[in-house]
Nanobody
Framework: QVQLVESGGGLVQTGGSLRLSCAAT????????MAWFRQAPGKEREFVAA????????YEADSVKGRFTISRDNAKNTVYLQMNSLKPEDTAIYYC???????????????WGQGTRVTVSS
């Protein structure tokens, strides 16, 4: 098991940037695929991006491709989500998750953080 704590959310204007961090505690961070999901009010949790154990492979949702970048630092047990060119529709609670495969379905991830809120004003 790994415990996850997100940070870096906040209020930003349209076109702005934020960098989310997810710090992991516990053993074997490098053995987990890491992902970011988001959930807007009244909507289902949706996949944003995922990164392989080594960091060499990434997968991003079409809605964020070219604007968001996922990365990880296994020495620091941390995964990041750099968000640029933010839009009001990016407003959501962002969650990081740890799993065993790069999949877009949240049910396949066993470990979740508590979330960090991102609000993009128009």
């Amino acid at each position: 098991q790994v415990q996850l704590v997100e940070s870096g959310g906040g209020l930003v204007q349209t076109g702005g940037s934020l960098r989310l961090s997810c710090a992991a505690t516990g053993r074997d961070f490098g053995t987990y695929v890491m992902a970011w999901f988001r959930q807007a009010p009244g909507k289902e949790r949706e996949f944003v991006a995922a990164i392989s154990r080594s960091g060499q492979s990434v997968y991003e949702a079409d809605s964020v491709k070219g604007r968001f970048t996922i990365s990880r630092d296994n020495a620091k047990n941390t995964v990041y989500l750099q968000m640029n060119s933010l839009k009001p529709e990016d407003t959501a609670i962002y969650y990081c998750a740890a799993g065993t495969a790069i999949v877009t379905t949240p049910q396949f991830y066993d470990n979740w953080g508590q979330g960090t809120r991102v609000t993009v004003s128009s």
